[in-house]
């Protein structure tokens, strides 16, 4: 009779305590939730990407429900210790040229007016020329002398892009100019349009 009355006991006081346990763990559970389906708001660390995101900026990720797109500001695991922040420059199945400072896709030029002027973007590891496969992407960091990217580690998988920055309407995007690279076998001269590299990056950088 005394045992029975114990446990009677005991079990009323567990099911006192119950409900806050269960909100508890419904409360973690709803941040889990969050972090994956929803979004969540993470602090930029280093200059790889300013001027666009400044050390310290607050910044709202969201998952990717989407195809990625060029331009796209991305959360990805560069395997490093923690996510890095970059912008998707190459797509799938394209090839990414480094050549006198500047970006071409495919050859044709890209004018990226969120890379500040007299910035250039020069080739690490002496690799000037990258293939994508079907499934990987090219970043680069919008400070370009500062930041380790694709420049370094090479491309990277899809499965690596976790999460992509809301970026406001209006905001900056590249877009593809008049100038092209001679093809394998042609004149090395420089192109005739070449003259006007300087101009076009200088105008989408305003």
């Not at 346990?21 to 969050?34: D, E, K, P, S, T």
């Not at 797109?69 to 996510?83: A, E, H, I, L």
């Not at 969120?114 to 690490?124: A, E, G, I, Q």
Request: hydrophobic residues 40%; charged residues 20%; aromatic residues 10%.
């Amino acid at each position: 009779m005394f045992l029975h009355g114990s446990h009677q006991k005991l079990w009323a006081k567990r099911g006192k305590y119950l409900p806050c346990i269960l909100a508890v763990f419904a409360a973690i559970g709803g941040m889990a939730i969050g972090r994956n389906f929803l979004g969540s708001v993470s602090v930029v660390t280093g200059s790889s990407m300013a001027p666009t995101l400044q050390e310290g900026t607050r910044v709202y990720t969201t998952p990717i429900s989407g195809p990625v797109t060029r331009g796209d500001v991305v959360v990805m695991d560069d395997g490093s210790n923690s996510y890095a922040i970059k912008r998707v420059v190459g797509m799938p199945g394209e090839t990414v040229y480094l050549w006198r400072g500047y970006v071409f896709i495919d050859r044709t030029i890209l004018l990226e007016p969120y890379v500040p002027k007299k910035v250039y973007t020069l080739p690490r590891q002496r690799l000037a020329v990258f293939e994508l496969g079907p499934e990987q992407y090219f970043v680069l960091g919008d400070n370009r002398p500062e930041s380790a990217d694709s420049r370094i580690y090479g491309p990277i998988e899809r499965s690596q892009i976790k999460k992509r920055l809301e970026l406001p309407a209006g905001a900056a995007r590249a877009r593809f100019g008049p100038v092209h690279l001679p093809s394998y076998g042609a004149s090395r001269r420089v192109p005739q349009s070449w003259a006007n590299v300087q101009i076009l990056s200088t105008y989408a950088s305003m």
